[in-house]
């Protein structure tokens, strides 16, 4: 983004959030520097039609009203200040350390800028993570496929993305990603079959790259909560301990008895892996909220690993 275009965004915003009242399109042209400069009426529509649609695809709010109470048509625009503004926001010790061990998770991509842009906002708000609560040991979120930064900033941005599949290409507007035993699948609306679709990034077979604007469309809310199927044999089957608050997470978990005690909130499930060692990554990579209960050699393996990791 330009430096020029970042600017008229930002005065477009605090002009917006300075008011009480609507504010009607020849008033924003007047007010903001960026559009007093538009050659024409048409240039400036265009660019405040632009403008309001990045706005509101970074998730500001804009209401859009009139001042004449008989008036039934809406002709200003304003953004209501309790909706952009976040409530204070306080965390404790234990959650700062858990935030500096969330970022720490990633250690390469374009998803490593936005996590330090995130720790910077803390550190500006005065909350920034002890380095001495993190610990050593802690979980890696390995990216190897090319194209992961492409689909990642698609997905933040709401773009429309193309790639070689199959020897084919396809048209995706991407919702989600998820990873699945090491590897990374994108989830969303396939443009040329009309359906939600998943594709696995290992098995692009050319680049991908974006194509037309931001914002070009809406990720359904349950985007969030699609996960690939599996589309590979399963050799092991491990017994895991998992936390209520992300049992749900471990889709293909199946619940089991277990015959000792376990921790509070703490339940026994049945997980497929593709292989023992594949099963430990993934219990490895959940910290605290799994405990790999059975084979005893996993658990052995595991335990052996996280001690050599702490010495």
Not at 24 to 42: C, F, H, I, K, N
Not at 72 to 100: M, Q
């Amino acid at each position: 983004m330009s430096a020029r275009k970042s600017e008229r965004l930002v005065n477009l915003l605090i002009a917006l959030l300075s008011t009480r009242r609507y504010l009607t399109r020849q008033e924003l042209r007047e007010l903001v520097e960026g559009y007093r400069m538009a050659p024409s009426d048409a240039a400036f529509e265009r660019q405040f039609e632009r403008d309001k649609e990045e706005l509101r695809a970074s998730g500001i709010v804009i209401e859009t009203g009139s001042n004449d109470p008989d008036s039934d048509e809406d002709d200003g625009y304003r953004v209501n200040r309790s909706e952009f503004e976040l409530p204070p926001i306080e965390f404790t010790t234990a959650e700062l350390g858990a935030l500096g061990l969330a970022g720490q998770a990633w250690q390469s991509s374009v998803a490593a800028e936005h996590t330090a842009q995130a720790f910077e906002a803390l550190r500006a708000a005065g909350a920034s993570p002890d380095p001495a609560l993190i610990p050593s040991v802690r979980p890696q979120v390995e990216v190897r496929e090319p194209d992961f930064d492409v689909v990642y900033e698609a997905v933040l941005n709401r773009t429309q993305i193309q790639f070689g599949y199959a020897g084919q290409r396809r048209r995706l507007q991407p919702w989600t990603m998820v990873q699945r035993r090491g590897r990374w699948y994108v989830i969303g609306f396939d443009v040329d079959r009309g359906e939600d679709r998943r594709f696995k990034l290992a098995r692009f077979t050319a680049p991908a790259e974006t194509i037309g604007r931001a914002g070009a469309y809406s990720i359904p809310p349950e985007a969030k909560s699609l996960t690939v199927t599996r589309d590979e044999p399963t050799h092991a089957v491990v017994t895991v301990a998992l936390h209520d608050d992300v049992a749900a997470e471990w889709r293909q978990a199946t619940p089991v008895a277990w015959p000792h005690s376990l921790p509070d909130q703490f339940r026994a499930y049945e997980v497929p892996a593709l292989s023992l060692e594949a099963a430990i990554d993934e219990v490895a990579g959940a910290g605290p909220d799994a405990i790999l209960l059975a084979p005893s050699e996993a658990r052995d393996v595991l335990i052996e690993r996280l001690r050599r990791a702490a010495q």
